[in-house]
């Protein structure tokens, strides 16, 4: 009997051990899966606080889910949506502008990036030729570079003179005034960018062939000019950033964070509700019926 007793005790110390064993070995493996998932999440910010390419990906798909609801409500509603960049050369502008289009319909999102004005523009009431390129009903329009040329790149680069970039600085609000009183929701964005960061960004333009084109004269000629720009921006904040226009300053360090950023302030700033639509479902067809022609097509070679 107490032979048989022993042998029980024996067993359940046995038991005992193993369960210890398995809740250890359960801990480890949670302790283990707790350390991935941190690792998980501090692989999507990256070294230097930068989102990892997942990360902004992710982020960017909601946000363009928006975008769309944005767009459906703006023609639904027919508002009208001015959206102004402006920013020193190498902001991260044109990636910007990319990112907010690159989802929605070209007929309803319009980026305006007018050329150097014509000798007939140039003798035109300056800020004439931006006029026509305003929303109508139904209709977002994004100046990559507006008429606040006249602040930045006219006035630092000797294109206009002292008084008429004065007298710009002084009419601005009372324009925009006009603008948004006609029912038009304007919004105005300056990248700010530190020297560091835009000298490795004209730098990269160099040998990148993707990006050369990016790279012209005038960012050359103003790129040792960087005081003078900063002077001007502040000068013009000073005179136009008023409550019925303001300016909002996005820093454009991390390029997928400003967008991201900028994307999200666009879509809390101008007021839409999603539009409930009918569930779409693809209608049956029949196929077969007609036989195709032998004709001698000319086909684009595939090389990939």
Known sequence: MGKKKDEMKSAESDNTEVKTTEVAAADEKGASKGKSKAKKAEGDVGAGGKLSDKAYARELKKLHVELVKLQQWVVHKGLKVCILFEGRDGAGKGGTIKAITERVSPRVFRVVALPAPTEREKSQMYIQRYFGHLPAAGEVVIFDRSWYNRAGVERV?????????????????????????????????WLEVSAEEQTRRLAARIDDGRKTWKLSPMDLKSYDRWDDYTKARDEMFTATDVSWAPWYVARSEDKKRVRLNVISHILSHVPYEAIETRKIKLPKRKTGRVQAVDYPFHYVTERF
């Open 157 to 189: 680069m000797g294109f206009c003179s002292e008084d008429q970039a004065q007298k710009f600085l002084k009419a601005a609000p009372l324009v925009e005034k006009a603008i948004v009183e006609s029912g038009v929701i304007l919004l105005k964005f």
